[in-house]
């Protein structure tokens, strides 16, 4: 129980939905209430269909590369370190959102469902070494318990991206600011433990382990 619970807090916070929110709003603004629900639901279905694939091929594609497990827990950690880094300074470096000539060059495109909201903006750099980082070396039930979590987390974002109006203005960019800084701080604490946790089983002697 206190892992999956570890794993619904720690994807929220990468993904981010309040984060999002405001960034959805934007790239929809000239849309009608219609099409921005089919947007949504084009982006999350995109995502969980990408966030599928890393969930039970990530051990795979590893293996692969020749990539060992604690190598990339500490890897992983570094990135998710740099993610919340983003978040407590609340700017956009392209590893927890798209840049913004990437959003300038999605407006004129028309379609942003893909580019950039599923990808980098939901199933982005951290999402997707989150999962791997949940599954390397566990079961099929524990993958199948993630990719449910995963989806839970997907089902909030887009609620919140059909309420994304009224969120906005009930919070306003300050109150979502300071909820995705205090999501980095979380964020910052749990991508420690993932490269203590690297560092550990890379250097047992060192380390006392």
Same mark, same amino acid.
Do not use: C, W
């Given at each position: 129980?206190?892992?999956?619970?570890?794993?619904?807090?720690? *994807?929220?916070?990468?993904?981010?939905?309040?984060?999002?929110?405001?960034?959805?709003?934007?790239?929809?603004?000239?849309?009608?209430?219609?099409?921005?629900?089919?947007?949504?639901?084009?982006?999350?279905?995109?995502?969980?269909?990408?966030?599928?694939?890393?969930?039970?091929?990530?051990?795979?594609?590893?293996?692969? *590369?020749?990539?060992?497990?604690? @190598?990339?827990?500490? @890897?992983?950690?570094?990135? *998710?370190?740099?993610?919340?880094?983003?978040?407590?300074?609340?700017?956009?470096?392209?590893?927890?959102?798209?840049?913004?000539?990437?959003?300038?060059?999605?407006?004129?495109?028309?379609?942003?469902?893909?580019?950039?909201?599923?990808?980098?903006?939901?199933?982005?750099?951290?999402?997707?070494?989150?999962?791997?980082?949940?599954?390397?070396?566990?079961?099929?039930?524990?993958?199948?318990?993630?990719?449910?979590?995963?989806?839970?987390?997907?089902?909030?974002?887009?609620?919140?991206?059909?309420?994304?109006?009224?969120?906005?203005?009930?919070?306003?960019?300050?109150?979502?600011?300071?909820?995705?800084?205090?999501?980095?701080?979380?964020?910052?604490?749990?991508?420690?433990?993932?490269?203590?946790?690297?560092?550990?089983?890379?250097?047992?002697? *060192?380390?006392?382990?």
């Amino acid at each position: 129980m206190d892992f999956f619970l570890q794993t619904f807090v720690l *994807l929220l916070v990468v993904v981010d939905p309040f984060g999002l929110t405001p960034i959805f709003s934007a790239l929809t603004s000239r849309e009608s209430v219609a099409a921005r629900r089919q947007i949504a639901i084009k982006s999350v279905l995109i995502s969980a269909a990408v966030l599928a694939f890393f969930t039970f091929a990530g051990s795979l594609l590893l293996d692969y *590369l020749g990539i060992g497990l604690p @190598a990339f827990r500490m @890897a992983g950690g570094i990135l *998710l370190f740099l993610v919340a880094i983003d978040m407590l300074s609340v700017r956009h470096s392209g590893l927890s959102s798209a840049t913004e000539k990437e959003r300038m060059e999605a407006r004129e495109r028309g379609d942003v469902s893909v580019f950039p909201l599923a990808i980098p903006l939901i199933a982005g750099p951290g999402a997707l070494t989150t999962v791997m980082l949940l599954t390397s070396d566990r079961g099929l039930m524990l993958s199948i318990g993630v990719l449910a979590i995963v989806l839970l987390v997907l089902a909030i974002t887009f609620a919140m991206f059909l309420l994304a109006g009224r969120i906005q203005r009930l919070l306003g960019e300050t109150g979502i600011n300071v909820i995705t800084r205090l999501l980095g701080i979380l964020l910052a604490a749990l991508a420690m433990q993932f490269f203590v946790d690297g560092l550990r089983d890379s250097l047992p002697v *060192l380390v006392g382990g």
